[in-house]
């Protein structure tokens, strides 16, 4: 994608625009990039920070219950709690990273109590640090945020990022979409904390993760990694958008004809559902739980009973459909590339954290809701933080004088005559992710077959016309991200040719060793991958 002259460039529609200067941008107001904007703040950094929603109530996040691998440095929990997920991820996590990220957690978590976060005591009188409620949570991180200094600008999407003459990544500008003007920050370092993927699968606070950071990286050069590690799909009932799935460890599946479902209660129990559902209807009840498990889950988790309360089901003996909804990178662990331990990318003056960023590191390749996420979440949002400020306050110093360009390209920068449909691309791009037979159960003529459609589909869009105004921008964007996903997720499926953590190919069933290693990937008229090796036990960081 050519970079765009940026001095005198606004939207097409746009009333007006606004100008801010920082040290360090965050795009993205979820733990990862409020983490990053405290962070940031705390090494002497001016900071701003960007979100598609209002900070403190989108995303994943915000309005759910979280776990969190929150692991005492005593005696061996900590080596238990690796070796736990090790395997499961193909043993493609690295120790080091791993014994950072239980680390700062940890740390992290002394903070969260300090400021005030209202965690439960249990039976001997001690604080329980395991989980986290979302609304409380984000709550306190926006309030912590605005305490330290940053700005934040709510309902405000990046779109695109950017650079100077030497490909440095210097800033962002975007739109506010209640306002429909548009704004530009000028910083000495981003950090991208825009999430995972989850390609408007209507996964509850997945309306706003649509890879937008992950397009915008892409279009300065930046590099991703595990992106056939993007088919996690959350189990929940067919008419909620709660994915939340942990209290199905006390359902029973059935047919319907209300017959037990054999082995979708068991660990490979969603390929059971998925393969049931492609054929029938998949119902479930709660109805290995007892009475004071129910208590605890109605606790633990109340907006999961919502959808039922309202509709009048009582899920501990009433049977009510389940579907998987794709949650793609958001569950999944690919993301974008990181060369150090400061979390920064393949390209100078840009940084990623949370859902944006790879999870491999620690979780291989695989990983499900909470837990390992929300520790990756709020600890490399803290290395991102103050590794961009630490960037950015030289960089700021040293570059006022520069020319600025902007890099965005599909629905901001193409010169076709032709209007983008937005909605048709999303559609397209679901057809090809949301299938069971597709994305779950992959296979090398059907990955192809998927890819043909795709990569045509791209050419189209490459060849349209610029997006006219704020709101169609937005959507603009989030189609191409999701249609850029789709394609990293199966160009690289197609080179895996095994199956590994999450990621599944009929004709390879088997785990290859000669395949322990990470695929990064990138690029967007023509999409490359490559193989990179696997940092070993004994290897430091960077």
């Known amino acids: 994608m050519?970079?765009?002259?940026?001095?005198?460039?606004?939207?097409s529609g746009a009333e007006g625009s606004s100008r801010h200067e920082a040290d360090v941008l965050v795009i993205g107001g979820g733990p990862a990039g409020t983490w990053a904007a405290v962070s940031a703040a705390a090494r002497g950094a001016r900071v701003v920070l960007a979100d598609k929603g209002f900070c403190g109530t989108s995303g994943a996040t915000a309005p759910s219950g979280t776990g969190l691998w929150h692991v005492s440095p005593e005696g061996s929990a900590r080596e238990e709690a690796k070796a736990s997920r090790y395997a499961m991820g193909g043993q493609l996590a690295e120790h080091a990273w791993m014994d950072r990220v239980l680390a700062q957690t940890w740390a992290n978590v002394e903070r969260l109590k300090e400021w005030g976060y209202p965690?439960?005591?249990?039976?001997?009188?001690?604080?329980?640090?395991?989980s986290l409620q979302g609304p409380e949570y984000m709550r306190l991180m926006r309030k912590q945020a605005k305490a330290s200094g940053v700005r934040i600008l709510d309902h405000s999407p990046a779109l695109e990022l950017l650079v100077d003459e030497h490909g440095t990544v210097c800033g962002a500008a975007g739109v506010n979409r209640q306002r429909g003007d548009s704004w530009v920050v000028r910083a000495g370092a981003v950090v991208i904390a825009t999430g995972g993927c989850a390609f408007l699968s209507k996964a509850l606070g997945c309306n706003v993760l649509t890879g937008d950071g992950q397009l915008m990286a892409a279009e300065v050069?930046?590099?991703?990694?595990?992106?056939?590690?993007?088919?996690?799909?959350?189990?929940?009932?067919?008419?909620?958008?709660v994915t939340k799935s942990l209290f199905y460890n006390w359902a029973t599946f059935y047919d319907r004809e209300g017959r037990a479902i054999e082995g979708a209660g068991s660990s490979r129990g969603r390929s059971v559902i998925a393969q049931t559902l492609q054929?029938?209807?998949v119902l479930a009840c709660l109805d290995r739980a007892d009475a004071q498990i129910r208590a605890w889950m109605r606790t633990a988790q109340p907006n999961f009973f919502v959808s039922f309360d309202r509709q009048g089901i009582d899920p501990f003996t009433q049977h009510f459909p389940v579907t998987l909804r794709l949650e793609g990178t958001v569950r999944g662990t690919g993301g974008l590339h990181l060369v150090d331990e400061h979390c920064a990318t393949t390209v100078p003056g840009l940084y990623a954290a949370g859902d944006a960023a790879t999870r491999e590191l620690i979780c291989g390749g695989f990983t499900?809701?909470?837990?390992?996420?929300?520790?990756?979440a709020l600890s490399s949002g803290f290395w991102a933080g103050a590794g961009a400020a630490d960037f950015g306050v030289q960089?700021?110093?040293?570059?006022?004088?520069?020319?600025?360009?902007?890099?965005?390209?599909?629905?901001?920068?193409?010169?076709?005559?032709?209007?983008?449909?937005?909605?048709?691309?999303?559609?397209?791009?679901?057809?090809?992710?949301?299938?069971?037979?597709?994305?779950?159960?992959?296979?090398?003529?059907?990955?192809?077959?998927?890819?043909?459609?795709?990569?045509?589909?791209?050419?189209?869009?490459?060849?349209?016309?610029?997006?006219?105004?704020?709101?169609?921008a937005m959507r603009a964007r989030e189609a191409a991200a999701m249609l850029a996903t789709a394609r990293w997720m199966y160009t690289s499926a197609l080179w895996r040719t095994e199956t590994r953590g999450m990621h599944r190919r009929r004709e390879h069933q088997a785990q290859d060793p000669a395949q322990r290693h990470r695929l990064l990937s990138g690029g967007l008229d023509r999409v490359w991958v490559q193989r990179h090796a696997v940092r070993e036990n004994e290897e430091a960081l960077a």
Do not use: K
């Open 2 to 11: 050519g970079a765009r002259d940026f001095e005198g460039q606004a939207l």
């Open 119 to 130: 965690f439960p005591v249990d039976e001997e009188g001690e604080l329980r640090c395991t």
């Open 221 to 241: 050069g930046a590099a991703l990694s595990g992106m056939e590690f993007s088919n996690a799909y959350g189990l929940g009932p067919a008419f909620s958008s």
């Open 279 to 281: 054929t029938q209807p």
């Open 368 to 376: 499900g809701g909470g837990s390992h996420n929300a520790a990756w």
């Open 395 to 472: 960089a700021r110093a040293l570059s006022r004088q520069q020319t600025v360009r902007r890099a965005g390209g599909v629905g901001l920068a193409t010169r076709g005559a032709t209007p983008i449909d937005s909605q048709a691309v999303v559609r397209a791009v679901q057809a090809e992710v949301f299938p069971y037979e597709r994305n779950w159960f992959r296979e090398g003529g059907v990955l192809e077959d998927s890819l043909a459609r795709l990569d045509a589909l791209w050419e189209r869009l490459r060849a349209a016309a610029p997006a006219a105004g704020a709101a169609e």
